[in-house]
């Protein structure tokens, strides 16, 4: 395998990771994994295939790992969102609306969150990510469905008030009015 072909992914990989879990430390740390399992099992790779493709399948498989080490409790458990909803200020302006848009998609179900990732942000077909995730096209159409409807649901959600009436922000809110490449 190329170093140059790899090297040319890292932006892409980088990407995705950070969509996924949210976070810059466990997105490059999931980056740096992935190129490591690539790289100790580059003989996998049929030359000529799509190698952007391999180091995405390699890359969900990490991350599908991990998560299950989480709930098993062999790594730090990870925090639900809702857990926390009443706890962050709701986004305070425009400048802000990236942010709540993160913060929905990463209230999606991991297994449509990264269905939607990979049509959205890395263009791939429904084809190249069934191949990625390893389930039937009728499964990736389904939960690209599943993720749009709920997102949408997610971003229309009306913010909600605040129970101290002394507090002068609201719950956190996923509203944000244009999802140009997500539909």
């Not at 790779?45 to 493709?53: I, K």
């Not at 990736?140 to 002068?168: E, I, K, N």
Request: proline share 5%; aromatic share 4%.
């Amino acid at each position: 395998m190329s170093r140059e072909l790899m090297v040319a992914q890292i932006p892409s990989l980088r990407r995705y990771a950070r969509a996924l879990t949210g976070d810059t430390w466990a997105a490059d740390d999931l980056v740096q994994d992935t190129l490591e399992r690539a790289c100790n099992k580059w003989r996998l790779w049929l030359v000529g295939s799509n190698l952007r493709a391999w180091l995405f399948s390699v890359m969900h498989n990490l991350f599908v790992n991990q998560l299950h080490q989480s709930v098993s409790g062999a790594r730090a458990a990870m925090l639900d969102i809702d857990d926390l909803a009443d706890e962050l200020p709701a986004p305070a302006s425009n400048a802000d609306q990236m942010f709540d848009l993160q913060r929905c998609l990463l209230r999606l179900p991991p297994e449509q969150r990264e269905v939607l990732l990979l049509v959205s942000m890395e263009d791939m077909s429904y084809a190249e990510i069934a191949k990625v995730t390893g389930v039937p096209l009728g499964t990736v159409m389904s939960r690209l469905s599943r993720a749009r409807a709920r997102l949408q649901s997610l971003l229309d959600a009306p913010a909600q008030v605040p129970a101290d009436p002394a507090v002068d922000h609201a719950a956190p809110t996923c509203s944000v009015t244009t999802l140009h490449r997500l539909k």
